[in-house]
């Protein structure tokens, strides 16, 4: 990601002299500082301090919108069904011409289909009338017959 906002630099130069009792102690801190800013990695200009506060970069705001939201009474348009039939002639018309499209099954491919359904059928109603019936003679046992 881009981030178009221009970077942000500390006010306070990072690097500030420091009083110095004679000149070797001063070269030999400035060595140590410029050893720990390169092996941080970091450009001079972007080596944190100590207690400095972290500057943080910040989201751009969107960018506005050239034109205003359209009003909900501009959107609304009456939606035209192309598919709707003028009269029943044409409805019947219509409908003839989707039928025409249809994939239909084979006699062999419709035997197979229904055969599988009969089975499913027969079994479910077997099931549920396995189940009724036990239902019902569980019941006559807990509640007795009068």
Same mark, same amino acid.
């Not at 110095?20 to 092996?39: F, R």
């Not at 939606?79 to 009269?87: M, R």
């Given at each position: 990601?881009?981030? %178009? ?7 306070? *130069?990072?690097?500030? *002299?420091? *009083?110095?009792?004679?000149?070797? %102690? ?11 800013? @390169?092996?941080?990695? &970091? *450009?001079?200009?972007? $080596? +944190?301090? =100590? ?9 751009? $705001?969107?960018?506005?919108?050239? @034109? ?6 501009? @959107? ?8 709707? @039939?003028?009269? +029943? =002639? ?8 989707? &039928? ?10 419709? =035997? ?30 807990? &509640?007795?017959? %009068?």
């Amino acid at each position: 990601m881009s981030d %178009n906002s221009p970077e942000q630099t500390p006010e306070e *130069p990072l690097d500030e *002299p420091t *009083p110095a009792l004679d000149d070797e %102690n001063s070269q030999s801190s400035q060595e140590d500082a410029a050893e720990a800013k @390169a092996e941080d990695k &970091l *450009p001079a200009e972007q $080596a +944190p301090r =100590a207690g400095a506060p972290i500057r943080r970069k910040t989201a751009q $705001a969107p960018v506005k919108k050239s @034109a205003a939201t359209r009003k909900r009474s501009e @959107a609304d348009v009456e939606h035209v069904d192309p598919y709707k @039939a003028k009269n +029943p =002639a044409h409805f019947v018309r219509q409908s003839t011409d989707e &039928l025409k499209k249809v994939v239909w099954p084979t006699r062999s491919q419709l =035997a197979k289909s229904f055969a599988s359904v009969l089975i499913f059928v027969v079994f479910i109603i077997a099931f549920v009338g396995l189940f009724d019936t036990l239902f019902g003679w569980l019941l006559l046992k807990i &509640l007795g017959t %009068n």
